[in-house]
């Protein structure tokens, strides 16, 4: 299979998944692409569409960025840890990151897919109050790179297993990680960002993991011309 579904293939993946059936109608449906022409390592298209701002996840709390503190190009990534493609797509993310010294990765959840997505989502928001960026990077890595469905319980073990302790007094961190994570899912359903994985690259949404050749190619297009591809 290629690194993005073909238009008909992912319709029918959201079908048979069991997501809300008007979200694969709102698929079908879709508004006329930003840029016209993107296309996967494949060959098969990309899905895109402009956004209102450069800058959709200013003002929304509890997001994580890591990279470069200065950098010129940020990559928002909303993503589901129960989303296989995420898992696929996280090695190669990492590989792009860290090898571009002026790029940023925002993290951006949407757990979409199961009620236990939503509260791995508030376990890994919580780890990121409590012990900060760096340890809650690390969660997050270990959560993507685990196999089979991760609920709270899972989490947990991945948790310990890194000397985090999920289950220590309440300090206040758990609450305000349930506030950030549902404004996050708030934002992603006011921008119609309703598919994991998604990304945001300044004015523009694209779904599906493109590949990490195609990604650096929209990288280095924004870089030179402001949008994911110069024609």
């Given at each position: 299979m290629g690194t993005t579904f073909h238009?008909?293939?992912l319709i029918a993946h959201l079908a048979a998944g069991g997501l809300l059936a008007a979200t694969a109608r709102a698929f079908a449906a879709a508004p006329p692409p930003a840029v016209p022409g993107l296309a996967a390592s494949d060959g098969s298209p990309i899905r895109n569409f402009a956004l209102p701002s450069r800058a959709p996840f200013a003002d929304v709390p509890g997001l994580q960025r890591f990279g470069a503190a200065e950098a010129d190009v940020v990559v928002h990534e909303?993503?589901?840890y129960n989303c296989a493609f995420c898992r696929t797509a996280a090695p190669a993310l990492d590989e792009v990151l860290a090898g571009d010294d002026r790029l940023a990765l925002v993290l951006v959840h949407d757990p979409i897919l199961s009620p236990a997505s939503a509260a791995v989502a508030a376990l890994q928001q919580t780890a990121f109050r409590r012990?900060?960026?760096?340890?809650?990077?690390?969660f997050h890595r270990a959560l993507l790179g685990s196999r089979g469905f991760v609920d709270a319980p899972r989490a947990k073990q991945v948790a310990a297993a890194l000397g985090l302790d999920l289950d220590g007094p309440d300090d206040g961190h758990p609450a305000r990680a349930e506030t950030d994570l549902a404004a996050q899912r708030r934002r992603t359903a006011d921008l119609g960002l309703k598919?994991?994985?998604s990304f945001v690259v300044g004015?523009?949404?694209?779904?599906g993991w493109p590949g990490p050749v195609t990604l650096r190619a929209m990288i280095a297009a924004e870089r030179s011309c402001g949008r994911l591809?110069?024609?």
């Open positions: 238009r008909r293939a909303i993503f589901d012990f900060g960026a760096d340890a809650a990077h690390g598919i994991t994985p004015d523009t949404a694209f779904i591809r110069c024609d």
